[in-house]
């Protein structure tokens, strides 16, 4: 899908290294005590990251990428791995890059979990993430989108028989995320709440409350191996010492969130807006995070978002009643 994701461009590089399989969608890595991650491959077009968890009886899948075909050959990686069946899948957030599969799943066996604004927003939102002009394919995905069944309020614990997996809404991306914890393999998938070495997709985001929630997650998970949502750029000398992200990583995606609304606060109080406003921030976030991946896609949509958000402008889904 050509979506307002154009990180769906980007692609953000993922290395192959140390990979127990390679597809032409994504690479799967396995991180112990039956987690994996399933990393986008430059240029697929997949979507965003997903993974599995397997437990004694069954198996639970965070996100399904947005690419149909991307969401059969995972199902089918899946099946490589286990053949237990596949009880739930749980969409971190309602953007439909990490979504779109939750109708093949279903077909499976599997109930879609989420928050209960993933279930309002999943075929009334989506279009508003979608690069003008949209295609028919991409409208028809967003129409034919299964909502989770299983909704919650503020996060649940589901058991695979004795393995536990934990559900925490925590805001900040949208108004709809959800951090999915595995406490016995140290390992929790952040979904869009952390974008590795790029500039995040803001369109939705309360920028103030994602700072919190990364220090949050930083501070209570302090060992763990994350998962992001999307990305997991390594330097190119380091390929071959492939790793998930750890706490540090988000303390920086941390960082970026406050120096760029802090530019942007500042020159709000000198009285800038617009073009003039994106003139004074974009040289300065360019001098410390140019190298990041998406800062040429990202960085001056990144400031007119947070001019908006800051000036209570921005144009948010209203959540479910």
């Known amino acids: 899908m050509r979506t307002f994701l154009a990180c769906l461009l980007l692609c953000l590089a993922s290395s192959s290294a140390g990979a127990d399989q390679v597809t032409t969608y994504f690479s799967l890595h396995d991180l112990g005590h039956g987690a994996w991650a399933a990393i986008e491959m430059p240029g697929s077009h997949a979507?965003?990251?997903?993974?599995f968890v397997v437990g004694d009886d069954g198996v639970l899948v965070v996100d399904d990428f947005g690419l149909e075909a991307a969401s059969e050959v995972f199902l089918a990686t899946i099946r490589?791995?286990?053949?237990?069946?596949?009880?739930?899948?749980?969409?971190?957030?309602?953007?439909?890059?990490?979504?779109?599969?939750?109708?093949?799943?279903?077909?499976?066996?599997?109930?879609?979990?989420?928050?209960?604004?993933?279930?309002?927003?999943?075929?009334?939102?989506?279009?508003?993430?979608?690069?003008?002009?949209?295609?028919?394919?991409?409208?028809?995905?967003?129409?034919?989108?299964?909502?989770?069944?299983?909704?919650?309020?503020?996060?649940?614990?589901?058991?695979?028989?004795?393995?536990?997996?934990?559900?925490?809404?925590?805001?900040?991306?949208?108004?709809?995320?959800?951090?999915?914890?595995?406490?016995?393999?140290?390992?929790?998938?952040?979904?869009?709440?952390?974008?590795?070495?790029?500039?995040?997709?803001l369109v939705d985001a309360d920028t103030r409350q994602q700072m919190v929630t990364l220090e949050t997650l930083a501070h209570d998970y302090p060992d763990a191996a994350f998962v992001p949502g999307h990305g997991k750029f390594v330097p190119e000398p380091e390929l071959g010492q492939w790793d998930m992200a750890h706490a540090a990583d988000l303390l920086s995606l941390r960082a970026y969130l406050g120096d760029l609304r802090a530019g942007v606060a500042g020159a709000l109080k000198e009285g800038k807006s617009g073009q003039a406003l994106q003139d004074e921030?974009?040289?300065?976030?360019?001098?410390?995070?140019?190298?990041?991946?998406?800062?040429?896609?990202?960085?001056?949509?990144?400031?007119?978002?947070?001019?908006?958000?800051?000036?209570?402008?921005?144009d948010l889904p209203k959540p479910a009643p």
């Open 80 to 201: 490589k791995v286990t053949d237990k069946p596949i009880r739930y899948v749980v969409n971190t957030h309602y953007h439909i890059d990490h979504a779109t599969g939750n109708g093949l799943f279903a077909q499976q066996g599997a109930t879609i979990v989420g928050q209960r604004n993933v279930r309002a927003w999943i075929r009334s939102e989506n279009h508003r993430i979608i690069l003008p002009p949209a295609t028919t394919d991409e409208m028809r995905a967003i129409a034919d989108a299964v909502p989770p069944s299983l909704v919650y309020e503020d996060g649940m614990e589901i058991y695979l028989g004795t393995k536990r997996v934990i559900l925490r809404v925590m805001p900040g991306h949208t108004g709809s995320d959800t951090v999915v914890i595995v406490p016995d393999a140290k390992v929790v998938y952040t979904g869009d709440l952390y974008w590795d070495h790029s500039l995040p997709n």
């Open 47 to 51: 979507g965003g990251n997903a993974g």
């Open 281 to 314: 921030v974009l040289p300065k976030l360019k001098q410390q995070y140019g190298g990041l991946f998406g800062f040429d896609f990202f960085a001056a949509k990144n400031i007119a978002q947070t001019e908006a958000e800051l000036t209570g402008k921005k």
